[in-house]
């Protein structure tokens, strides 16, 4: 009997969904499956095949198994699941069927944007706060890449527009945060204040923001 080794690279989950896999079968009649788990050092079985008198053994209350096709479902998924999960079989010598790196990440949230309204002329701060692990912040205005005047600062989470005019005020904002699992759009129109108390743009207050959420 062969066996081939799989390593199937990293695999990014989204926290409360689930983690999935295949090839908890019997290869033969006389032989024990087992999946378990590498996090953080220690070692922990999920689940045992004893294919030699047909009888699956979980240990997490959590893990749903397909007998059919081999398949199993670990939910929902959490935090500290993220692992390295291995699938063994104990056969004439042992063989390792596959191993994943699983990698369980909450998804980008926004909170807020903020701007310090400044005046016509001045330099202005638009700043996107947000959560989320490996998280990519990218801008865009009018739908276009930013102009070569506009600059980003902290992390792109801060985008600054340097002797900042009129015209600014009647374009569209838009931050996109993104990780492995999730991914999340504002828009913004900005605030501008004029040389006797005018405002130009989103008359709701240097913070509002138009809010557009996606998730993936």
């Not at 400044?118 to 202005?124: I, T």
Request: aromatic letters at 8%; proline letters at 3%.
């Amino acid at each position: 009997m062969m066996i081939i080794s799989v390593s199937s690279g990293t695999v990014y989950v989204q926290s409360g969904s689930h983690i999935t896999g295949c090839g908890m079968k019997c290869p033969e009649d006389d032989v024990t499956v087992e999946l378990y788990r590498v996090c953080r050092g220690e070692d922990r079985t999920l689940l045992e095949i004893h294919c030699y008198f047909n009888h699956t053994k979980s240990h997490d209350s959590r893990l749903q198994l397909h007998t059919g096709s081999g398949c199993w479902k670990l939910t929902p998924a959490r935090k500290d699941d993220s692992c390295v999960y291995k699938i063994w079989c104990y056969c004439d010598q042992e063989q390792l069927i596959s191993s994943t790196e699983i990698r369980v990440l909450d998804p980008v949230l926004i909170s807020n944007i903020t701007s310090n309204c400044s005046q016509l002329g001045e330099e202005m701060a638009v700043s996107v706060q947000f959560s989320g692990e490996e998280s990519a912040v990218t801008w865009e205005v009018d739908g276009e890449p930013l102009p070569e005047r506009y600059r980003l600062i902290d992390d792109n989470r801060t985008l600054i527009i340097p002797s900042v005019q009129r015209d600014d005020a009647k374009r569209r904002f838009r931050v996109r945060i993104t990780n492995p699992v999730s991914e999340e759009i504002r828009e913004y129109r900005l605030e501008i204040r004029g040389e006797r108390g005018n405002y130009w743009g989103n008359r709701g207050g240097c913070h509002s923001s138009l809010g557009l959420a996606l998730y993936t």
